[in-house]
């Protein structure tokens, strides 16, 4: 599967890299707002067709699919570009900024019969799903206390004078939607929506949120959330049940799992990621839209929806 390109950041070495390790993938074309950045791109990844123009990637014929890694703002409007000259999206977290835009992405999936896919690596690997069979072992669950705490290196910067993009709000970006998505998506995957919310926002000179929590609440159990990119956090996290713990070595890349029962005992929920976290959901995606689906069975369009609610809420 031929691949565009969007956004020549770091996400997106991590996106190639992880992707290059599967047979069907390719790349067939890079975009970027400058023809300097977009040859620079090509050159490292020898990617034979550049452009400047997304209407023309998505006609040229030299793409069947698009990873999005651009800023957060532009995630909607550049699916819905894409998936109306038929090319399926796999789009990064957050897939869009509000309900609304979300919304509109799956009525343009549906009209157009294209696949789109929000990019939320941690919950299609294999430890993750793993752990969703064995939810219950520990039941009644009571709490889920999922954080997500990594300083920033442009928070240097911002106390510099110097604002990058993630710190810019108008560009959609902030602590919750670009690291609390990490811990209210998987939430969200094992026990859905929550009844009421309680939040809490630290809000740096910009508008953007530096860091925050957020409580959702449930009929007979709390989802504890915390979030940051002006701190950093090195405990695991966990779900609390009355028959013991489910402890997870990171929300954002759950690769080491365990259930540490109340009587002592303790199962290893682990499975071995035999490829970088990202391949997985490359993996997902081609599978769908190999077999004829606009969204995935796991990375849903209803479930990237309710996830959205909660980051705009």
């Known amino acids: 599967m031929r691949f565009g390109i969007i956004g020549t950041n770091w996400i997106t070495d991590h996106f190639i890299k992880a992707a290059s390790a599967h047979p069907e993938f390719s790349l067939g074309a890079v975009y970027s707002r400058t023809m300097e950045k977009a040859k620079m791109f090509a050159e490292k ?3 034979k067709h550049v452009y400047t123009n997304l209407e023309e990637m998505f006609q040229s014929g030299n793409i069947d699919a698009v990873y999005i890694a651009s800023p957060n703002k532009f995630h909607a409007e550049q699916s819905i570009l894409a998936m109306k000259n038929r090319i399926h999206v796999l789009c990064e977290k957050p897939a869009v900024t509000s309900v609304q835009e979300m919304d509109e992405v799956i009525q343009t999936a549906k009209t157009y019969n294209a696949m789109f896919m929000e990019a939320m690596k ?6 993750f799903l793993n752990l969703k069979k064995h939810l ?3 039941a009644p669950i009571r709490r889920f206390v999922f954080h997500y705490n990594q300083y920033s290196s442009r928070y240097d910067k911002y106390k510099e004078g110097i604002i990058e993009n993630a710190f810019k709000p108008e560009l959609g970006n902030g602590s919750k939607m670009d690291l609390g998505v990490y811990c209210l998506a998987p939430i969200v995957h094992l026990v859905g929506e929550p009844k009421s919310i309680v939040k809490n926002h630290y809000y740096l000179s910009t508008g ?3 860091q925050g929590s957020m409580i959702l609440n449930y009929d007979n159990f709390e989802a504890v959330v915390m979030y940051s990119k002006i701190t950093d956090s090195f405990f695991p996290s966990e779900i609390q049940g009355e028959k013991g713990v489910i402890e997870i070595d990171k929300i954002s890349d759950p690769k080491k799992v365990v259930i540490k029962y109340r009587n002592g005992e303790i199962k290893d929920l682990t499975v071995e990621h035999k490829f970088e976290t990202m391949y997985y959901e490359v993996e997902e995606f081609i599978n769908c839209v190999k077999n004829g689906k606009i969204e995935s069975d796991i990375n849903s369009h209803e479930r990237t929806k309710q996830v959205v609610k ?3 809420m």
């Open 136 to 138: 219950d072992e520990i």
């Open 122 to 127: 941690s919950t299609v690997t294999p430890t």
């Open 208 to 210: 953007a949120d530096g």
């Open 45 to 47: 990844y020898q990617i």
């Open 310 to 312: 909660l980051l705009t």
